[in-house]
């Protein structure tokens, strides 16, 4: 644990729906600038716990401090981006990543720096129809960091794009999350991107009351997206999941 | 890292937009005038051979020369500014109205519960069924007119806003809230903005029914008005009066929605929807 302690303590003790228990006795802590992939099948709670980190899901039973605050609402201190860009196609692209304040007139060099930052300056003008699936979630990630947040939460960012985009993606992640110090949880099913982009891997399962496991992903960046290492903690995922096997 | 130039766009829009058409444009505006411009020929000569009474189906060119006569003289635009007015007061206090309690019965089911039932009873109503009651507590001057105007905008536009606010997407509500948006805000910068092509819709249909009340009201108490002349050319025995007035209705019917149209495509350049007649240069 880092010496300014964790930015991230949750402890869900139970998280339901209806009676469908998604969570039980879930822990997650998360030290300063770590990136922590939360894996795991459909329907095991992952993007749940993510919504539960951001404030926008408060029916649940336990706790959540980010920052040492008790989390009661969504926090300026935590950008979020989903699978889906989720860009307002009424606005510009610059309005869209200034999103967090109305209007964006003030916010024009920030927003200037973020687009450069995301490989799309030139674009501000630019309404969201005019843009591919990858530029559209370069887009949602600059929103994401226009508050500077400490915290970035992902719920499978790069789930619905192609894989060459995804690659780029997961660079450009790495690259902009390191520059800045943020500190990362990222929701994924794929157990290539949890070895490429995390420190720790928490692995979960689909049913509750399993304990999750945590394997950590101690490679040196930047990383290879081949070789033996890579493959060796990626079937340790897969073991941990329960289906490094096939009969 | 990625370039970015611009090819992806170029790539999207196609080489040539005639190509994602299936009607060829330029064509399609002079095929739909071949009909109507056939018609009125052949009723031309018709009436003029005597095989048409002159006095029931007066021939178009005596129709042009009335519509002229009027204009002329000025009582045409007495008219029609008489019938404006009141579709435009009338139209602008309903669709105030209906997005006002569409907004707020789309926002809270409560006041959905509470007023909706209502709205629907009231919606149920045909609208001529109100004409002696207003008349009755309005008079026969511009109120009981207006009134009616409203009463016909108001519903399409209450439910078009409301059905826009509960179609929104959830995901765009849940994005706000993870922004630290409250109520309001995400009412104004999501819920609003989201339900415009629905409120839209509601509008031009609203006002496609005031000029329908418009008529209505004038017909039955008017002194000015393309209503009133509808009466009086009937009175006087006019039939060329009376097709005067319709075809300054149709004209004005067609203008005022053409005006909404434009409104609405420049309010909408956002959209993304499918569009056959797209050209190069909407993008960006």
């Not at chain 1, 309404?127 to 530029?135: E, H, N, Q, T």
């Not at chain 2, 409104?263 to 569009?275: I, P, S």
Request: proline share 6%; hydrophobic share 50%; charged share 20%.
């Amino acid at each position: 644990m880092s010496p300014v302690g964790p930015v991230i303590e949750a402890t869900i003790r139970g998280k339901s729906y209806g009676a469908r228990a998604v969570l039980e006795n879930f822990k997650l802590t998360v030290a300063p600038g770590e990136i922590v992939a939360l894996l795991g099948p459909s329907g095991c709670g992952k993007s749940t716990a993510l919504r539960i980190v951001a404030g926008l899901d408060r029916d649940f039973d336990g706790e959540v401090r980010v920052l040492g605050q008790r989390v009661r609402e969504p926090s300026s201190a935590v950008g979020v981006m989903f699978q889906e860009p989720r860009l307002l196609p009424w606005l510009s692209v610059a309005r869209n990543v200034a999103f967090a304040v109305d209007g964006v007139e003030g916010a024009m060099p920030r927003v200037e720096a973020l687009l450069e930052e995301v490989g799309l300056a030139g674009w501000g003008n630019a309404l969201p129809r005019a843009l591919s699936g990858g530029m559209e979630q370069r887009v949602a990630l600059a929103r994401a960091l226009f508050r500077e947040p400490a915290i970035l939460l992902l719920d499978e960012p790069f789930g619905a794009v192609d894989a060459l985009t995804r690659a780029r993606l997961q660079s450009l992640l790495l690259r902009v999350t390191a520059r800045h110090g943020t500190t990362v949880v990222l929701v994924t099913h794929d157990t290539r991107e949890a070895v490429l982009l995390a420190d720790r891997v928490v692995v979960m399962s689909a049913e509750a009351a399993r304990r999750s496991v945590e394997i950590p992903v101690p490679l040196p960046r930047p990383r290879e997206r081949l070789g033996a290492e890579p493959t060796v903690l990626e079937t340790r995922l897969l073991d941990a999941l329960g289906i490094a096997h096939t009969d | 890292m990625q370039h970015f130039t611009a090819r992806p766009l170029t790539h999207e829009l196609g080489e040539d937009p005639a190509a994602w058409t299936t009607e060829p444009q330029r064509v399609s505006v002079p095929v739909g005038v071949w009909f109507p411009l056939a018609v009125v020929l052949l009723l031309e000569a018709a009436v003029r051979a005597g095989w048409i009474p002159a006095h029931l189906l007066p021939a178009p060119t005596t129709v042009l020369s009335t519509l002229y006569d009027l204009a002329a003289s000025g009582a045409l635009w007495q008219h029609v500014a008489a019938s404006g007015t009141r579709i435009a007061t009338g139209f602008a206090i309903g669709a105030v109205a209906g997005v006002v309690l569409g907004l707020a019965t789309g926002l809270r089911r409560s006041l959905e519960a509470a007023f909706d039932p209502t709205f629907q009873a009231l919606r149920a109503i045909p609208s001529l069924a109100w004409v002696p009651l207003l008349l009755l507590w309005l008079g026969i001057d511009e109120a009981p007119k207006i009134v009616l105007i409203a009463i016909g905008a108001l519903f399409p536009v209450y439910l078009s806003v409301q059905s826009g606010v509960r179609n929104v997407d959830r995901k765009l509500v849940e994005l706000a809230q993870a922004f630290g948006l409250g109520q309001p805000a995400i009412a104004w910068r999501v819920l609003l903005p989201a339900s415009l092509p629905s409120l839209f819709t509601g509008l031009r249909q609203a006002l496609s029914l005031s000029w329908m009340f418009l008529v209505a009201a004038e017909l039955i108490a008017a002194t000015r008005g393309i209503g009133y002349l509808l009466t009086d050319g009937r009175e006087t025995g006019r039939a060329d009066v009376v097709l005067a007035a319709i075809v300054v209705l149709a004209v004005l019917g067609k203008l005022s929605d053409g005006v909404l149209k434009f409104v609405e495509a420049r309010a909408l350049r956002w959209r993304d929807a499918f569009d056959p007649g797209a050209g190069s240069g909407q993008r960006t």
